[in-house]
């Protein structure tokens, strides 16, 4: 089974901290994503990188970067977060394939910023 | 543009009965997939289904199946004799071959499964 981790459920932070977020998967996935969802939007694609240290915006990435060292880790960070930023992340990682390319996706974490 | 509406933010259904979870899609991409992903309270997204722009046969698995009407871009899913551990979120996605490896999710439909 595909298992895909993410380093904390719960996280509070205050408004200007640097904040990371770590996403580890163990199927040697070329694609790696991360998520927000917030109620009523579903869920928006910040990033994706389909190879390490390759990285692809998504469609909200203001305010957000990210980093791909290793295949199996996908890491976000907020260089300074902000109240807006409170939300649930989430983590997905894919087979690069011309298949159905279906996103397994990690726990997700619950980012609050005070 | 590409979008995926789901049109029932809330759903009910009496245990043991069927229930339909609306989707349509809009792309003009004439090769894409969609997704079905359950949302449990817990939060983790459990993938369901998936059906391929050029599969003939509507896709199943399982009390899943996925209702696939190319024509009026939908597609619906169907959960066949409801359980109580069916309540949960559930999302429609779509995933276009342009614009790389993006798949678009829609808003979501809370099902609720009554004993």
């Known amino acids: 089974d595909v298992k895909v981790t993410q380093s904390s459920r719960y996280l509070v932070k205050r408004t200007g901290e640097k904040v990371f977020l770590e996403c580890v998967q163990d199927m040697d996935h070329e694609n790696m994503f991360w998520y927000r969802q917030d109620p009523g939007l579903g869920l928006r694609l910040i990033y994706f990188s389909y190879d390490v240290k390759m990285k692809e915006k998504g469609d909200i990435p203001e305010g957000y970067s990210v980093s791909r060292e290793k295949k199996e880790r996908f890491s976000l960070i907020l260089e300074s977060a902000s109240t807006n930023q409170t939300s649930m992340y989430l983590c997905?990682?894919?087979?690069?394939?011309?298949?159905?390319?279906?996103?397994?996706f990690g726990p997700g974490t619950r980012l609050t910023v005070l | 543009a590409q979008k995926i509406t789901q049109t029932q933010p809330g759903m009910f259904v009496q245990e043991k009965e069927a229930v339909t979870l609306d989707c349509t899609y809009d792309?003009?991409?004439?090769?894409?997939?969609l997704f079905w992903y359950k949302q449990p309270s817990s939060g983790e997204m459990i993938f369901l289904i998936y059906q391929g722009s050029y599969d003939q046969q509507n896709a199943t698995e399982g009390r899943y199946s996925l209702n696939f009407q190319k024509a009026r871009k939908s597609a619906n899913l169907v959960i066949s004799a409801s359980q109580l551990g069916d309540s949960a979120m559930y999302f429609c996605?779509?995933?276009?071959?342009?614009?790389?490896?993006?798949?678009?999710f829609g808003a979501g439909t809370r099902l609720f499964v009554k004993a």
């Open positions: 792309t003009s991409d004439p090769s894409y997939g």
């Open positions: 996605a779509m995933r276009v071959n342009t614009g790389g490896f993006k798949t678009i």
């Open positions: 997905a990682s894919s087979f690069q394939s011309g298949g159905p390319d279906t996103q397994y």
